[in-house]
């Protein structure tokens, strides 16, 4: 079955930096763009970037353009989000996302993400 499991997150000062990941198992992972949103609390969910199937094409919020990267690795089922220049209001779970795959979208388990001093 479809598997996305994050990783990399964790407590940062503001202006660092982390790179989160997320390894994907369950289906044909080239053929598929991938997503990353992010969640505060008390908010809705929000896209962060997505980047095509090959990689050709990536896209972000206008709240993280300049400061995070998409990209992802098809010989290693990953994508990946580097996020530099990390802000209080990055603050938040972050979440792999694929879909849809016959109808259905697939969400990872998230990955927090805490920017404070």
């Known amino acids: 079955q479809v598997q996305l499991v994050e990783s990399g997150g964790g407590l940062v000062q503001p202006g660092g930096s982390l790179r989160l990941s997320c390894a994907a198992s369950?289906?044909?992972?080239?053929?598929?763009?991938m997503r990353w949103y992010r969640q505060a609390a008390g908010k809705e969910r929000e896209l962060v970037a997505g980047i095509t199937s090959a990689g050709g094409v990536k896209n972000y919020a206008d709240s993280v353009k300049g400061r995070f990267t998409i990209s992802r690795d098809n010989a290693k089922n990953t994508v990946y989000l580097q996020m530099n220049s990390l802000k209080p209001e990055d603050t938040a779970v972050y979440y792999c996302?694929?879909?849809?795959?016959?109808?259905?979208?697939?969400w990872g388990q998230g990955t927090q993400v805490t920017v404070s001093s």
């Open positions: 369950g289906f044909t992972f080239s053929r598929y763009s």
């Open positions: 996302n694929v879909g849809p795959i016959l109808t259905q979208n697939y």
